[in-house]
């Protein structure tokens, strides 16, 4: 079965520089949810879109944007990258987030280090 | 944010033991997710759970969802070195909000 697919797989930046993320949800999911997770924590909410349209903001700083795209998929774009931007990124995409009954389902995430 | 306390923070236990943790929040919740993550990979789905009292399972994992919709249970049974990784609950408060992560149990399992 297709899984939600995540690149790039790994990224290193510099100081200062911009990054894009993509996400591809699993075929029919029309909700995307994005998260941070330093070592050793617990995934932080950033923001989720459904049908694309923002409908949930968690911590994300004003340096990063994101949008959903007309076929779903979503972008994360993160600019002026600080060394505390280092993480994890995961994407995580569900069917029908105005309803009920939501399964969420990760992708392998994006390992961003910024040096 | 959300606080939601999940212990133990961590477990060191001999194969073929039986497993326990749980997820409280001072919240009330509409939805609990059950995820394992192994290292540098994404949390895949274990059990979901979306009525109070709600006793599902999935092979040797059993899950609830607490009756006050405050909290949930995991259990594995007759552990094995595969269980071995860091497990999260995840709530959410009403249909369409985020999901909100415990802070994770590390499970190893002693051959």
């Known amino acids: 079965a297709a899984g939600v697919i995540q690149s790039p797989r790994h990224l290193i930046k510099e100081k200062r520089e911009t990054a894009t993320l993509k996400c591809y949800p699993i075929?029919?999911?029309?909700?995307v949810y994005w998260y941070q997770q330093g070592p050793g924590q617990d995934p932080q909410f950033l923001i989720s879109?459904?049908?694309?349209?923002?409908?949930d903001k968690g911590s994300i700083p004003d340096r990063f944007s994101a949008q959903q795209f007309s076929d779903y998929h979503s972008e994360l774009n993160m600019s002026s990258l600080e060394l505390g931007d280092s993480a994890l990124y995961f994407c995580?995409?569900?069917f029908g987030q105005g309803g009920t009954n939501e399964k969420l389902f990760f992708g392998s995430g994006t390992q961003l280090s910024v040096l | 944010g959300q606080q939601l306390n999940q212990s133990p923070q961590s477990m060191f236990i001999q194969e073929g033991e039986d497993v326990s943790m749980n997820c409280t929040s001072s919240?009330?919740?509409?939805?609990w997710l059950w995820y394992k993550q192994d290292p540098g990979e994404g949390p895949v789905l274990l059990i979901a759970?979306?009525?109070?009292?709600e006793l599902t399972s999935n092979g040797r994992l059993t899950a609830q969802f607490g009756i006050t919709r405050k909290d949930s249970f995991l259990n594995i049974s007759a552990s094995i070195p595969s269980d071995v990784g860091i497990y999260f609950c995840?709530?959410?408060?009403?249909?369409?909000?985020?999901?909100?992560f415990g802070t994770g149990t590390s499970l190893t399992v002693i051959p």
């Open positions: 995580a995409s569900s």
């Open positions: 075929p029919r999911h029309d909700t």
């Open positions: 879109f459904y049908e694309k349209m923002q409908s």
């Open positions: 919240s009330i919740f509409n939805t």
């Open positions: 759970l979306y009525k109070a009292g």
């Open positions: 995840a709530g959410q408060l009403y249909t369409g909000n985020q999901f909100y």
